[in-house]
């Protein structure tokens, strides 16, 4: 698969087969993500891997709880109460791994860093016939103390950039996208 067929036809899996993710294969998705820019070239990541399904679990739970008891709830999020509220529904959607994109010292473009690993890592994946998807909801409880601890997240840093990752059930179909809107383009 070359770059711009992953680039098309990457898409936020939720749906998942019972089957692990190999230590090997979750190897060669880091070695893609490190590969990714980083401001300069400071290569702030770090990784957190968690492939247990109770700790998932555990973590979905408290997302749950985080979100739905947040005063701040954005609009889009407050669209997803009832999912949220429903007991059976899983924050990883049974996805076998979590990556955990998180930076060792949080600065003005450790985040960008950090996501733009994740790309690179998500790319890589569906190249390999797995699936992925990113987790915002995950955010809240990554960055708890208690789960900071757990993930050796230093103090200085931060979880930025959960990606689920998994061997796909089903594959949605491609949500639409806009045309590029260019704002400028000066000549
Ligand atoms: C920063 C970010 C956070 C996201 N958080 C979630 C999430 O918490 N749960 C979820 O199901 N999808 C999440 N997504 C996936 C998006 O909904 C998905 O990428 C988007 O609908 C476009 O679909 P596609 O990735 O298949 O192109 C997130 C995506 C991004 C980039």
Excluded at 37 to 66: G, T
Excluded at 72 to 81: A, E, P, S
């Amino acid at each position: 698969m070359d770059v711009l067929e992953a680039i098309q036809t990457r898409r936020a899996v939720r749906d998942y087969l019972d089957r692990p993710v190999g230590a090997s294969t979750v190897n060669s998705l880091l070695q893609a993500a490190v590969q990714a820019p980083s401001a300069m070239n400071r290569q702030p990541w770090r990784f957190a891997v968690i492939q247990d399904a109770a700790r998932l679990k555990r973590y979905s739970d408290r997302a749950k709880e985080l979100l739905l008891a947040d005063p701040k709830l954005d609009q889009k999020t407050r669209v997803y109460r009832d999912l949220l509220s429903a007991k059976e529904f899983n924050i990883f959607y049974n996805a076998s791994t979590l990556v955990a994109v998180c930076v060792e010292e949080r600065g003005p473009f450790s985040d960008a860093d950090a996501w733009l690993a994740a790309e690179n890592l998500m790319l890589t994946a569906c190249d390999a016939g797995l699936g992925t998807c990113c987790i915002g909801f995950a955010l809240g409880v990554l960055n708890m103390p208690e789960v900071r601890e757990e993930l050796r997240i230093p103090a200085s840093g931060a979880a930025i950039a959960p990606i689920i990752v998994g061997y796909p059930k089903a594959i949605p179909p491609a949500p639409p996208r806009e045309d590029p809107r260019v704002l400028a383009w000066l000549t």
